[in-house]
C-alpha cells in the first residue's frame, strides 16, 4: 500500500525567511510525484508534477525536487500570500487515485 | 479557475436524509474523481470513472453512490446521511486515466449533516 507522509505539520515563517517542506513516500513503483497547493475552504491547486529522481521544477518563489525517497517543496524568500496548506501526492499503479500527505500548514508572516 | 465546477458549494442536512452532489468536469476531460476531506482523514480518495463506466474504487461507503453521465458530468449521491459524513467532497478530472494524468480539482461542496 502506498504511503506518503509529509513534514512539518505546520511550518512558521517571516516573509522573506527560505525553508523547505518535506513529502517521503513509499511505494511499489514511483509513477510520479504531484504538489497541490490548498487555500483554507478551497480546492487544492495543482503546482507541479515530477516523474523521475533528480527532476527538479520551479514556478515563482517554489522549487521543488523529487528523490528516490522523498521529494522537498523549497520555498524561496516566502512572501505572506504563500501561506496555504501543500500537498503532496502519488498515483497508484493504474493512475486511478492519488494518495495523499497530511499536508504542511505555511503560515507566512509579514 | 481550475475548469471543474461543482455545485452546490454547500449543503445543510439532517442525518437520515439524501443529498446529490453534482461535478462538471474540465472541458476534454474524460476521467472524473471523487474525493473526501474531512479533519481527521485528510483528502481520501472515494470513486473514480471514465468515460461513463466505473473506473476504481477507494474507502467509499455502500451507502455512497456516483455516476458519470453521456455528457461527462458526475453525480456523487450520499444516503442514510450520518454526522460524521460531514466534509468537504471534492471532484477532479483529468484528460484520461493513467498515473501521469494531472488531476484538476474544483472548488468543493461542503457538506454539513446535522
Known amino acids: 500500500e502506498d504511503q506518503v507522509t509529509q513534514s512539518p505539520e505546520a511550518l512558521r515563517l517571516q516573509e522573506g525567511e527560505s525553508s523547505s517542506l518535506n513529502c517521503s513516500y513509499t511505494?511499489?513503483?514511483?509513477?510520479?510525484l504531484f504538489w497541490y497547493r490548498q487555500d483554507p475552504g478551497k480546492g487544492p491547486e495543482f503546482l507541479f508534477t515530477l516523474y523521475s529522481a533528480g527532476e527538479e521544477k520551479e514556478k515563482e518563489r517554489l522549487k521543488a525536487t523529487l528523490t528516490k525517497k522523498e521529494s522537498f517543496l523549497h520555498i524561496t524568500a516566502p512572501k505572506p500570500e504563500d501561506s496555504a496548506t501543500y500537498l503532496c501526492?502519488?498515483?497508484?499503479?493504474?493512475?486511478?487515485?492519488?494518495?495523499f500527505g497530511g499536508g504542511t500548514r505555511l503560515m507566512v508572516k509579514p | 479557475d481550475s475548469g471543474v465546477t461543482q455545485t452546490p458549494k454547500h449543503l445543510i442536512t439532517a442525518t437520515g436524509q439524501r443529498v446529490t452532489l453534482r461535478c462538471s468536469p474540465r472541458?476534454?476531460?474524460?476521467?472524473v474523481y471523487w474525493y473526501q476531506q474531512s479533519l481527521d482523514q485528510g483528502l481520501q480518495f472515494l470513486i473514480q470513472?471514465?468515460?461513463?463506466?466505473?473506473?476504481a474504487k477507494g474507502n467509499i461507503l455502500e451507502r455512497f453512490s456516483a455516476q458519470q453521465f453521456p455528457d461527462l458530468h458526475s453525480e456523487l449521491n450520499l444516503s442514510s446521511l450520518e454526522l460524521g459524513d460531514s466534509a468537504l467532497y471534492f471532484c477532479a478530472s483529468s484528460v484520461a486515466a493513467g498515473g501521469r494524468e494531472t488531476q484538476y480539482f474544483g472548488p468543493g461542496t461542503r457538506l454539513l449533516v446535522l
Open positions: 511505494v511499489s513503483g514511483l509513477r510520479g
Open positions: 501526492a502519488v498515483p497508484d499503479n493504474a493512475g486511478n487515485m492519488l494518495t
Open positions: 472541458s476534454g476531460d474524460l476521467s
Open positions: 470513472y471514465y468515460n461513463g463506466e466505473e473506473r
